[in-house]
């Protein structure tokens, strides 16, 4: 539809997710998400798809598997204590290569923690979260509209390459309302004849499996998938920048963070500071190009997160030990302003190390 | 040529089990082989194989199967069902996969009454990891894990699952069997193949509990365990089909 | 003349079909297969009726049984 509307966003990723030809959703309620199964829930019987509230966040994410294993596109989502619950779910999904995506609208912890929006579930997304060396996809959009985009991005990229893809939202985004449009993907959905769907047609039987008991074999599939990760490191990054290449302090946030700290560099800006911003949109993989691009050009990078420090980490390896890298983050929910955010910002540039 | 009046289901691939001597699961894999041969569904059929002594029959099955996390069968044999409602999907589960760690799971698909069938291997241990108590443990019963016996003070009393589920309307069917003489093989065989009618018909979930050995965790020999089982087993989950629809005689 | 023919080499030695056969023809042969298991062997055919018990019960497809 060419027309735009008015959603909110988690309700805008359920529509996105019918719109890229996702037909089977297996979901648990959890604040701030809530409203994502149960749009879901008056969504798919309405296109014939399936729709399950499951016992659990794990049964959810073990019903994914089988549905991926099957050969469906499809969908669980959840917040961040039901994330947890996935990992081990996820960490099959991904060991036997089969293709879904994961929502997480992440809210403030650790344990039970709080109902507002957090970026504390960055390492859990990034650097694993289950057990064993794989890696999510992990998309980090800023807007209702790349809620949008970025979920039918990421049954394309499930497919593609046979593996999990999350979508890092947070609570700031999922309840937000914003005026979107639905463009349905270019790509085909590839074939999937490795799916079980009953042996008939087919002279081998297929088997959806993460178990390689040999070491040996192991060893082969791990390399395979590592491989795998390879190539989608090669292709798959994907940022914005914004008034870099004169910037002397460049800011680094991602989703809601992004979007205060977007205000606070045109404020910035507009007083005469050389501020600039890089904004990963994919958290894995991280994208490294444009920190080695202003490392030699920049004096410092801070880097902006709804948490304790976790992307920081990232932005530092990029950066290689070239320039110095700051942090400032805020945790529990608390979302600072853009006039805060510029407090930080000038205090680095007039040499007085940030916070 | 010898006209051959018993051999290796289709279902089944010739190649050897690893089970240990004795094992039942090599006699309940064989059932359910056949079982699905006589119904004619191997080609429409994805078998659902748990984290246990039988993680490994996805090499066993010759139709498509799904190796699915600990306990989480039922849920990934949920989401293969609802994609492909038109296939005989089932589980196949021992006592920690199903009764511990899967309980949630279990209980969950049989309330719904998803239309798939489940193998219940109950041998009231936990086989794969080396003889630790399994929630089917018999009070008393030596494991690696209740050394002195379980205790009922601490560990409580065993649960029988076959008469936990039958308090579920969304149980269609539910057998308690054993494989430990010819007459009760046959009688497990037909309730296995009555559980795969009840998918077939749609009519909902249904389950077999098999009664089984672990001579090697119980410290016997097969025909020691065997006897074991009769004696201390089957009092405790006497055999027998709990519920059924009404036309099946009992 | 039914006859049951064994899978030497797939036998674990556990005896469960010797407790079954009702001519009490099926035994554990005094020697070794290829895995060091003593095997299940049958030890007067012209007795065998067929019942097919023995078959039934091995839990690893050892026995075929011919006609």
Redesign the interface.
Known sequence: MAEKILMKGNEAIGEAAVVAGCRYYFGYPITPQSELIEYMARRMPQVEGVFLQAESEVAAINMVYGAAGAGARVMTSSSSPGISLKQEGISYIAGAELPCVIVNIVRGGPGLGSIQPGQCDYFQATKGGGHGDYHNIVLAPNSVQELVDMTILAFDLADKYRNPVMLLGDGALGQMMEPVEFKPSQSVPPAKPWAVTGPKGRSETNIINSLHIQPDALEKHNIHLQEKYSTIRANEVRYEAQYTEDADLILVAYGITSRIAQSAMEKARADGLKVGMIRPITVWPFPVKPFIETAPTAKAFLALELSAGQMVEDVRLAVNGVRPVYHYGRTGGMMPSPKELLGQITKILNGKEGN | MAEVMFARPKSLRDIPFHYCPGCHHGIIHRLVAEVIDELGVREKTIGVVPVGCAVLAYDYFNFDTVQAAHGRAPAAATGVKRVHPDAVVFTYQGDGDLAAIGCAEIVHAAARSEKITTIFVNNAIYGMTGGQMAPTTLVDQVTTTSPYGRKQGSAGNPIRVSEMLSSLDGVKFIARVAVNNPANMAKAKAAIKKAFEIQIKGEGFAIVEVLSTCPTNWGMTPLESVAWMEKNMMPYYPLGVLKAPEEVAK | M?KPVFNED?C?????CT??CPKKIVVIANRFNSKG?RPATCTDESQCI?C??C???????V?????
């Open positions: 039914p797939r674990k030695g556990c005896e469960l407790a079954v298991y067929g097919m018990l078959a039934k019960t091995c839990p690893d497809v026995i075929e049984i011919h006609k």
